[in-house]
């Protein structure tokens, strides 16, 4: 039969018909030769699956068949053609592209971020939308407070997308999240006043882990000039004044100057206090003698520093110790390789919750209250009343919440497009976002693209499936 | 209301006579070549770049009567042509931005020859290198209207002066030069690591300047295996900038920075970098999203050279080409390739052309005439090696060589690995496009 997608369509209505008493059938064959038949005055007694009129429906049907056609079974149909042939379309290569689909870092690696999506989204979002649905029903201010959470939904993906692009921005100056987690870690545990700071010269101070310490020791009575660099100008403390070197210090005192060893504009001399070079207020210095702490002292406004009360036969090693140099906490790399799926499907759940409790809600609303009452004088306390009757009463509402969510997930694309920056887009690869990738992005494969697409359409088509069954079921 | 409706569409039609017989009389006045001729010229450039471009249309329109639309395609142009082309109806004249699509589009016979029409004006106004990645299989089908200079090295002005440090004359230099940025207390290096393209465009300069014009044309077409020794010592010169503590932020931060931002970090306050190499466009940058001056806050010079070698110039562009057999297209392809066309949009500023006959005085700013002139006058020059490539190896995130790149600034020391990984996807590529 060589005929077109509607034509098959209208086609396809007879063996139906047949089964519900052969009439069309008939009609439709002699239909050419005789003269249109008039509507029926006595209604048949058992009814066509059309209609009592399946000429007329099906003329009625037509705009809607038409449409259909055109915007999804053609365009299906040449997907599934075009994902047979190759990059350019000339040459047919059977499932050439299924296979490379699987054979391909990039593809697997999207199918695999696809599976943690399709598992932990929609569950969580159901979860966390029932609790607070349940929780909902219980506070005082419940209308404010679903508004507050269906609030988002009111927001595209898209700029979602743009909004936790901001949220996960590396820089804490930027943003929100490393904002938080910086603020926090960095009141618990101050950054050093030097953080970034080392000296002008390794070759006379090495670093202990995090602090640093004179490679050789010094008798008392000696000066030492600790010089440092690295240390941002806006950073050095504002009650800093030009350094100085220290007059050499009495019996039993050690001297010395902790100062910014270089010169700006240039020229200075590394190790030398040269004229313009600030000294380091506040610097914690100790006098180390055989591993111990034998001595402390903290820099003037000039950087000198003196360590008095040691013991004038031994000798000292000078440190500076790591809390001066404790650098500033950088942040979470939200996206990252390895956090970048979390954090995207966390922003989808801020989107979705508000979707899972709303429609929860409902559902709650419609558990008969005398269930409940009668479970609670039987005894049963709020978590039996929940896990015994509420959950099971709510299972049907659950599961299209889960569902819905699921196909959701599944065609995800513009929040992992938005929100992964361009070094992370390969592990936050997901099938969709693959499929435009390789139709446009840059290879222009359109025939992998096409057989990512079907294979796109074979996972959504159970759960699709699953969701016509249920409500044919619930029709019944 | 009907009365109000009458007497619009009088009016309207009274005043569509009066302007096509004005226009008919302006025209019968002084008649030109093209009068009535439509021409549709298409490009990815929006806004500021459009209207810039605009004047250059309006000029041609001006000379030739021609009446010219113009379309934006936005980034992707070569999914607009593509379906344009197969439903026969492409735009007359296309700027497409890589020779990669002319190459395509060259060899499935969409484009029209344009030797007839523009070699002459090609060969006069243009060096030679212009000419070769216009050409597909002998026949020139492009001509390099827009130019771009990817060998410069942009800096905080202020931090300069405060450091001590001046424009590097040598890689070595220029390399001891961060390190006193580094001392000084600014990380020197900005990076806009998480785009791959700001890292192959360090690295093929480096190996421009390096491994010099011979090697690098073959490796661009793939002839010398990125195994390489001299990919491996390009590697090993770019990872002596991948320091962390040379890198504004560090690695992980660097890898998380788009360009415009690793813009906005050199002229934030305080400045969180100094430092950073990449091409003309960072001026408009520069511009738009900060309140630095170029010129006076953000300064450039161009990439040192290596070991005595000559100092490289990669060049990037746009190149129009003619897809339609019509007089007006020919006209303005004709135009695009003259110093007249050039200079339209050189005095509106944002733009170098590789077209030696500009006159300098026509660019709107010094900085802009600068880079102009090392783009025209360096014999060093070559195309940006990645647009030459297919791109599921040379322009596309998160694979080929953009991801590898960004492999090696988290990890510059395994300069053998990451030969082997450039080598194994460019192989993958090359045969995927030919097979």
Redo the contacts between chains.
């Keep these: 039969m060589a005929e077109g997608p509607t034509q098959g369509g209208v086609d396809q209505v007879p063996p139906a018909a047949a089964a519900a008493g052969g009439r069309s059938v008939l009609a439709k064959r002699e239909v050419p030769q005789e003269a249109p038949p008039r509507p029926p005055i006595v209604p048949p007694r058992r009814q066509h699956a059309l209609g009592y009129n399946p000429r007329l429906a099906l003329f009625f049907l037509l705009p809607a068949l038409v449409l259909l056609g055109a915007l999804m079974l053609y365009p299906i149909w040449y997907t599934i053609g075009r994902s047979l042939f190759d990059r350019a379309g000339d040459s047919f290569v059977g499932i050439d592209n299924y296979r490379r689909m699987f054979e391909l870092d990039a593809t697997r690696r999207a199918i695999r971020n696809n599976a943690i999506w399709v598992v932990s989204a929609p569950t969580l979002a159901t979860g966390i939308g029932l609790v607070f649905a349940v929780l909902a029903e219980r506070v005082r201010w419940q209308t404010a407070f679903k508004v507050a959470v269906f609030m988002p939904m009111a927001i595209s993906l898209l700029a979602a997308g743009v909004i936790f692009r901001l949220v996960y921005e590396q820089d804490p100056d930027r943003g929100l999240a490393n904002a938080v987690a910086t603020s926090v870690v960095d009141a618990v545990r101050p950054p050093g006043e030097l953080a970034g700071g080392r000296p002008s010269q390794p070759e006379s101070v090495r670093s202990t882990g995090g602090g640093y310490e004179t490679r050789r020791a010094f008798r008392p009575g000696s000066s030492v000039p600790i010089g440092l660099v690295a240390i941002p100008p806006d950073e050095i403390p504002s009650d800093a004044v030009r350094a100085r070197s220290p007059a050499r210090g009495g019996p039993g005192t050690l001297t010395g100057t902790v100062w910014v060893d270089f010169t700006r504009g240039g020229g200075g001399t590394p190790g030398v206090v040269d004229p313009t070079e600030q000294g380091l207020p506040g610097v914690k210095v100790e006098a180390i003698r055989a591993g111990d702490v034998a001595g402390s002292a903290t820099t003037d406004p000039d950087g000198t520093f003196a360590v008095s009360g040691l013991d004038r036969s031994d000798s000292y090693r000078i440190a500076l110790p790591s809390s001066n140099f404790r650098e500033p906490y950088g942040g979470v790399t939200w996206l990252g390789p390895t956090l970048v799926t979390p954090s995207i499907i966390a922003a989808f759940l801020w989107v979705w919750i508000g979707f899972a409790m709303i429609v929860i809600g409902a559902g709650l609303a419609a558990i008969p209250r005398e269930v409940l009452e009668a479970a609670r004088t039987d005894g049963a306390n709020e978590w039996q009343v929940f896990r015994r009757v509420t959950a099971p009463l709510l299972r049907p509402v659950l599961l299209v919440v889960l569902v819905t969510l699921v196909i959701n997930v599944l065609k995800i694309f513009d929040l992992v497009f938005v929100i992964a920056p361009p070094s992370s887009q390969r592990d936050a690869n997901v099938v969709a976002l693959e499929m435009w990738r390789v139709s446009f992005g840059g290879a222009r494969d359109q025939g992998l693209g096409s057989a990512l697409s079907v294979l796109l359409f074979v996972l959504v088509v159970p759960a699709m499936i699953y969701n016509i069954r249920r409500l044919r079921a619930d029709r019944a | 209301m009907k009365r109000f409706t009458k007497l619009t569409a009088v009016i309207a039609v009274a005043v569509l006579v009066g302007s096509v017989v004005a226009q008919a009389s302006a025209s019968s006045a002084r008649p030109k070549a093209l009068g009535g001729e439509n021409v549709e010229v298409a490009a990815v450039w929006s806004g500021a770049e459009q209207r810039s471009f605009k004047r250059v249309l309006d000029a041609f329109e001006e000379k030739t009567g021609a009446s010219v639309t113009y379309t934006s395609t936005s980034d992707?142009i070569?999914?607009v042509l593509e379906p344009r082309i197969s439903g026969g109806d492409p735009p007359d004249v296309a700027m497409l931005p890589q020779p990669g699509l002319l190459n395509d589009f060259a060899r499935s016979g969409s484009l029209q020859p344009i030797e007839d029409v523009a070699g002459a004006q090609v060969d006069k106004n243009y060096a030679p290198i212009w000419r070769e990645l216009g050409t597909v299989d002998g026949q020139l089908y492009g001509v390099w209207f827009k130019g771009a200079n990817k060998s410069l090295v942009w800096y905080n002005a202020k931090v300069f002066?405060?450091?001590?440090?001046k424009a590097a004359d040598s890689y070595d230099q220029f390399v001891q030069d961060l390190q006193?940025i580094?001392?000084?207390?600014?990380t020197p290096l900005s990076v806009g690591?998480?785009?791959?393209w700001t890292l192959t465009d360090i690295f093929e300069n480096i190996y421009l300047a390096q491994a010099g014009p011979e090697k690098y044309d073959q490796l661009a077409r793939h002839e010398i295996p990125w195994t390489d020794e001299s990919v491996k010592q390009a590697l090993r010169t770019m990872g002596q900038l991948f320091q962390s503590?040379f890198l504004a932020?560090?690695t992980?931060?660097a890898?998380?920075?788009?360009f415009p931002q690793s813009v906005q970090n050199l002229f934030s306050k305080?400045p969180k970098a100094a430092v950073e190499i990449e091409a003309d466009f960072v001026a408009g940058t520069v511009k738009g999203d900060t309140t630095a001056k170029v010129g006076k806050d953000a300064k450039f010079f161009p990439f040192p050279a290596i070991d005595g070698g000559e100092p490289p110039v990669v060049t990037g562009g746009d190149v129009a080409v003619l897809f339609k057999d019509s007089k007006g297209g020919k006209q303005l392809i004709k135009f695009l390739a003259s110093p007249a066309a050039a200079e339209e949009w050189a005095s509106a500023g944002g733009y170098i052309s590789a077209n030696k006959n500009v006159d300098p005085s026509s660019y709107a700013d010094s900085t802009f005439r600068r880079i102009a002139r090392l783009l025209t006058t360096s014999t060093n020059v070559r195309f940006d090696m990645s647009d030459q490539q297919?791109?599921?190896f040379g322009?596309?995130?998160?694979?080929g060589e953009?991801?590898i790149f960004?492999n090696f600034l988290s990890n510059p020391s395994d300069v053998d690995g990451i030969a082997q990984q450039l080598e194994t996807a460019a192989t993958q590529a090359y045969a995927?496009t030919t097979g």
Excluded: Y
Excluded at chain 2, 161 to 165: E, H, K, L, M, P
């Design positions: 992707d070569a999914s002066r405060d450091a001590g440090v006193t580094s001392d000084f207390g600014i690591a998480a785009n791959g503590e932020g560090g992980t931060e890898l998380q920075t788009e305080p297919p791109s599921a322009a596309t995130d998160g694979q953009w991801q960004q995927a």
